[in-house]
């Protein structure tokens, strides 16, 4: 069965600070994989996905991400984090008519 | 299109109370998903539906169940709530279950307490 760690659960930056927040999963086949954002009392909005092609995927907000095959990993990066990126934030394995989900880092931002 | 909406918004119960939350979407989507978030856990499938009349089991089915009488609707009922089921409900739905364009689109949750 796939699974998702997201190692970081807090993160706090600086803004206009750069941002890395990693992913790590399982899965035996080439993943489907995705980065939601949850802002405070609200639903999950898609940040960006991966299937398939080029290993460095762009995103809503200036976010992006890259797959890394031999690392099992799918980091999210932006150059400069605004106060609005305070969030938390999701990566998720599709696989098996499911999306399996990491725990989650909450993002903080400082002014 | 209003997307994906739940209802209710909140709820609290007190242990063994039933209840239903439902579940809309006005995207014409076929697969439709529902999921329990508790802190730290990220988010957990619950059941899911692949078209109208059909449902499975996904990662943390028990103490729930589902039904799919119409495309646009997804019900998840609690039969005999417990305090372990207090938890923030979302629903989802996709067009289909592979592809480039696969998405899953959110509803707004729907916080569940039971005492």
């Known amino acids: 069965a796939q699974s998702v760690t997201q190692p970081d659960i807090h993160i706090t930056v600086s803004e206009g600070a750069s941002l890395e927040l990693r992913c790590n999963y399982s899965y035996g086949a080439t993943p489907y994989l995705f980065w939601y954002v949850q802002s405070p009392g609200q639903g999950l909005q898609l940040l960006l996905k991966?299937?398939?092609?080029?290993?460095l995927v762009q995103g809503i907000k200036g976010f992006e991400a890259e797959f890394k095959r031999s690392q099992s990993s799918f980091n999210l990066r932006k150059p400069s984090v605004h106060w609005s990126d305070a969030a938390e934030y999701f990566c998720?394995?599709?696989?098996?008519?499911?999306?399996?989900f990491g725990g989650g880092t909450r993002l903080m931002v400082k002014p | 299109n209003a997307g994906v909406t739940q209802t209710p918004k909140f709820r609290v119960l007190k242990t063994g109370q039933s209840m239903t939350l439902l579940c809309a979407q006005d995207?014409?989507?076929?697969?439709m998903y529902w999921y329990r978030q508790d802190p730290g856990m990220g988010l957990r499938l619950i059941h899911y539906?692949?078209?109208?009349?059909?449902?499975a089991k996904g990662e943390v089915p028990d103490g729930y169940n589902v039904s799919r009488l119409k495309k646009q609707n997804f019900l998840l009922g609690l039969e005999s709530a417990a305090p372990s089921q207090t938890s923030v409900y979302f629903c989802?739905?996709?067009?289909?279950?592979?592809?480039?364009?696969?998405?899953?689109?959110f509803g707004p949750g729907t916080r569940l307490t039971v005492l």
């Open positions: 539906s692949v078209g109208e009349g059909t449902t």
């Open positions: 989802a739905s996709s067009y289909s279950g592979a592809g480039e364009s696969y998405e899953q689109f």
């Open positions: 998720a394995v599709y696989a098996g008519n499911m999306l399996t």
């Open positions: 995207m014409n989507h076929e697969y």
């Open positions: 991966y299937f398939s092609g080029d290993t």
